[in-house]
């Protein structure tokens, strides 16, 4: 799939969630990402956000930066000993 291609669909991915509160939309651009795209175009759409990203909304730049920085886990909440 060519990069015109990703950033057309990557913006509307955007578009779509730009209503969304930020974190909200953040978290759904990165799920469909994960979800729906295969690993050939998240491989090609890493390489473009490593050559600058021309043309992406900013909104999904950040959401793929953060994609791409891995799993922002929750620390574990401390388990509460039996009385």
Same mark, same amino acid.
């Given at each position: 799939?060519?990069?015109?291609?990703?950033? *057309? &669909?990557? #913006?509307?991915?955007? $578009?779509?969630?730009? =209503?969304?509160?930020?974190?909200?939309?953040?978290?759904? @651009?990165?799920?469909?990402?994960?979800?729906?795209?295969?690993? *050939? &175009?998240? #491989?090609?759409?890493? $390489?473009?956000?490593? =050559?600058?990203?021309?043309?992406?909304?900013?909104?999904? @730049?950040?959401?793929?930066?953060?994609?791409?920085?891995?799993? *922002?886990?929750?620390?574990?909440?401390?388990?509460?000993?039996?009385?």
């Amino acid at each position: 799939m060519d990069v015109a291609t990703l950033v *057309r &669909m990557a #913006n509307q991915i955007a $578009a779509f969630f730009a =209503a969304y509160p930020k974190s909200e939309a953040l978290d759904g @651009i990165s799920s469909h990402i994960h979800n729906l795209w295969d690993p *050939r &175009m998240r #491989n090609a759409l890493k $390489a473009h956000l490593d =050559a600058g990203g021309e043309g992406l909304s900013p909104l999904f @730049i950040e959401a793929a930066k953060q994609y791409y920085a891995g799993p *922002r886990g929750k620390a574990a909440a401390p388990v509460a000993k039996a009385s």
